[in-house]
């Protein structure tokens, strides 16, 4: 009796990282920290944050967290050119909000003085 053999190969795809909930609209003051949160379906899933169409790197200012699955967005100190969509996006989808800094009016550190003409 011959013996016989088979083979099969086996690929497992991951399911994809979907979006729970999603970014809000943030509006901040000018040197203020603003904070976007959003919660994908998956721990530890691998997500990508846009400024735009570009992708945001960690700085002094801006912070990126993962804690289970919920992802944060942190910029701290909010400057005018960070007025801009944000974006997180997933293996399952993304979500976009919007970032409004509001400039921080002039202050005045001298008084009025009358002037006599």
Same mark, same amino acid.
């Given at each position: =009796?011959?013996?016989?053999?088979?083979?099969?190969?086996? #690929? !497992?795809? @991951?399911? $994809?990282? @979907?979006?729970?909930?999603?970014?809000?609209?943030?509006?901040?003051?000018?040197?203020? /920290?603003?904070? +976007?949160?959003?919660?994908?379906?998956?721990? *530890?899933?691998? =997500?990508?944050?846009?400024?735009?169409?570009?992708? =945001?790197? $960690? %700085?002094?200012?801006? !912070?990126?967290?993962?804690?289970?699955?919920?992802?944060? #967005? /942190?910029?701290?100190?909010? @400057?005018?050119?960070?007025? %801009?969509? +944000?974006?997180?996006?997933?293996?399952?989808?993304?979500?976009?909000? *919007? #970032?409004?800094?509001?400039?921080?009016? $002039?202050?005045?550190?001298?008084?009025?003085?009358?002037?006599?003409?």
């Amino acid at each position: =009796v011959e013996s016989l053999k088979s083979a099969a190969t086996l #690929l !497992v795809k @991951e399911a $994809p990282a @979907e979006i729970m909930s999603p970014l809000k609209d943030q509006t901040v003051m000018e040197e203020e /920290t603003a904070t +976007f949160i959003c919660d994908v379906s998956k721990e *530890n899933a691998k =997500v990508k944050w846009l400024k735009g169409e570009l992708e =945001v790197k $960690p %700085s002094d200012r801006i !912070v990126m967290k993962a804690v289970g699955k919920t992802h944060t #967005l /942190t910029i701290q100190k909010a @400057e005018l050119t960070d007025q %801009s969509p +944000f974006s997180l996006v997933a293996t399952g989808g993304q979500t976009t909000a *919007n #970032l409004t800094v509001i400039k921080i009016p $002039p202050e005045f550190s001298l008084g009025v003085k009358d002037v006599k003409v």
